[in-house]
């Protein structure tokens, strides 16, 4: 028995250090498939992406796509969203070369509280850059301006502010210095990695200590007073049962109201929301460029 104990023991003790292998297995939250940015310009805006999904806990995606091969852009990013194994809330940010179409879908919570009309805001400074050909620019200024509402700090009523360090960015010169320092990056998932392989573990020590625990409890627990009584000695001489109240549920019947007309979009936080092919519930907003 103890060598099975031990042996369960270094089997979760194994799964808890590897652990860090599955986390670090990452999403992939920029897709360049059009291949508008280069390596450079990928690893400088995933450094941002990266800050909002840890800071807010939302999943942010940027896909380039050639073509959405005949499928409206709506269907395609919410597909696209659903399809890809991204947590439930989040938001996709897609944009179609050859139909020239740039699009937000919205998940879970966020369908209620980043409404379409304020995604047109913040995609407002971000289409003059798609235009240019400026993709790198375009969708910095698009990470900018939605972390800063998620802070707080922006809304319809504000704009973009043109000196800012993202507009600074030039494609064409990379500055490294506008990385996240990869040091500080490393430290700090490493931190939240290795808290989590120590609760796991902690849980899973837990665990076998109460199993081990019950094991060792020989005692029997009984389901009456029976057993402990010693035959013959105890005589009920009668019984009978009273009853001292009563209590009656009651469920009203609801009544079934009809409604005219089949479409799946309804008003929400300001905007619409539709449900994909899959059933999820997104909202979002987009345009041409």
Same mark, same amino acid.
């Given at each position: !028995?103890?060598?099975?104990?031990?042996?369960?023991?270094?089997?979760? +003790?194994?799964?808890? +250090?590897?652990?860090?292998?599955?986390?670090?297995?990452?999403?992939?939250?920029?897709?360049?498939?059009?291949?508008?940015?280069?390596?450079?310009?990928?690893?400088?805006?995933?450094?941002?992406?990266?800050?909002?999904?840890?800071?807010?806990?939302?999943?942010?995606?940027?896909?380039?796509?050639?073509? %959405?091969?005949?499928?409206?852009?709506?269907?395609?990013?919410?597909?696209?969203?659903?399809?890809?194994?991204?947590?439930?809330?989040?938001?996709?940010?897609?944009?179609? !070369?050859?139909? $020239?179409?740039?699009?937000?879908?919205?998940?879970?919570?966020?369908?209620?509280?980043?409404?379409?009309?304020?995604?047109?805001?913040?995609?407002?400074?971000?289409?003059?850059? +798609?235009?240019?050909?400026?993709?790198?620019?375009?969708?910095?200024?698009?990470?900018?301006?939605?972390?800063?509402?998620?802070?707080?700090?922006?809304?319809?009523?504000?704009?973009?502010?043109?000196?800012?360090?993202?507009?600074?960015?030039?494609?064409?010169?990379?500055?490294?210095?506008?990385?996240?320092?990869?040091?500080?990056?490393?430290?700090?998932?490493?931190?939240?990695?290795?808290?989590?392989?120590?609760?796991?573990?902690?849980?899973?020590?837990?665990?076998?200590?109460?199993?081990?625990?019950? $094991? !060792?409890?020989?005692?029997?627990?009984?389901?009456?007073?029976?057993?402990?009584?010693?035959?013959?000695?105890?005589?009920?001489?009668?019984? $009978?049962?009273?009853?001292?109240?009563?209590?009656?549920?009651?469920?009203?019947?609801?009544?079934?109201? %009809?409604?005219?007309?089949?479409?799946?979009?309804?008003?929400?936080?300001?905007?619409?929301?539709?449900?994909?092919?899959?059933?999820?519930?997104?909202?979002?907003?987009?345009?041409?460029?």
């Amino acid at each position: !028995m103890k060598k099975i104990i031990c042996f369960f023991l270094s089997a979760m +003790l194994i799964f808890a +250090l590897t652990l860090p292998c599955f986390t670090a297995a990452e999403l992939p939250y920029l897709i360049d498939d059009a291949d508008l940015l280069s390596e450079d310009e990928e690893l400088y805006l995933l450094a941002n992406i990266e800050k909002i999904v840890i800071g807010y806990g939302y999943d942010i995606v940027i896909h380039t796509t050639q073509s %959405t091969n005949g499928q409206d852009i709506i269907s395609y990013c919410d597909d696209y969203y659903d399809n890809g194994g991204y947590s439930e809330d989040g938001l996709i940010f897609v944009i179609s !070369m050859d139909e $020239r179409d740039y699009y937000t879908s919205t998940s879970g919570t966020l369908v209620d509280s980043l409404p379409s009309y304020e995604i047109d805001s913040i995609c407002a400074d971000a289409v003059p850059f +798609l235009s240019q050909g400026a993709y790198c620019d375009a969708f910095s200024t698009y990470l900018q301006n939605l972390s800063d509402y998620f802070a707080g700090g922006y809304s319809s009523d504000t704009h973009y502010d043109e000196s800012s360090d993202y507009n600074q960015y030039e494609s064409d010169s990379f500055d490294i210095d506008y990385l996240i320092d990869p040091l500080s990056d490393f430290l700090y998932d490493f931190f939240y990695k290795e808290l989590a392989v120590v609760i796991v573990a902690c849980l899973i020590a837990f665990l076998i200590t109460k199993l081990i625990k019950s $094991r !060792m409890n020989t005692a029997v627990k009984q389901s009456d007073a029976d057993n402990y009584v010693i035959k013959g000695t105890f005589t009920v001489s009668g019984s $009978r049962d009273l009853f001292i109240c009563s209590s009656v549920n009651r469920t009203p019947i609801s009544k079934s109201n %009809t409604s005219s007309g089949g479409s799946s979009h309804r008003s929400s936080g300001g905007g619409s929301s539709h449900t994909s092919s899959g059933g999820t519930r997104h909202g979002g907003s987009g345009g041409k460029f």
